[in-house]
């Protein structure tokens, strides 16, 4: 029975695995984007939530009228 080895190119792996790290490093910042983005979206719905719930002299102390206030709670978190 004979035994063979295998004899290893590491010439081919090498392109493969800096591949490999480029897009894992792509995926990394896409996905650290994303969550950025997320967490400006909640930022802004919570921001609009607090006014939505301001008395009328707070908002006449900040200039806004309350159907400035609603229009700007109505907006969506992610288009407006």
Same mark, same amino acid.
């Given at each position: 029975?004979?035994?063979?080895?295998?004899?290893?190119?590491?010439?081919?792996? %090498?392109?493969? #695995?800096? $591949?490999?790290?480029?897009?894992?490093? +792509?995926?990394? !910042?896409?996905?650290?984007?994303?969550?950025?983005?997320?967490?400006?979206?909640? %930022?802004?719905? #919570?921001? $609009?939530?607090?006014?939505?719930?301001? +008395?009328?002299? !707070?908002?006449?102390?900040?200039?806004?009228?309350?159907?400035?206030?609603?229009?700007?709670?109505?907006?969506?978190?992610?288009?407006?």
């Amino acid at each position: 029975m004979e035994t063979q080895t295998m004899a290893t190119d590491t010439s081919d792996e %090498r392109p493969e #695995r800096q $591949r490999m790290q480029a897009m894992l490093a +792509t995926l990394a !910042e896409m996905l650290r984007r994303l969550i950025e983005d997320v967490e400006k979206f909640c %930022r802004k719905r #919570r921001g $609009r939530l607090a006014l939505s719930e301001l +008395t009328d002299d !707070e908002l006449r102390d900040i200039g806004v009228s309350r159907s400035e206030a609603m229009t700007e709670a109505a907006k969506s978190a992610f288009w407006g």
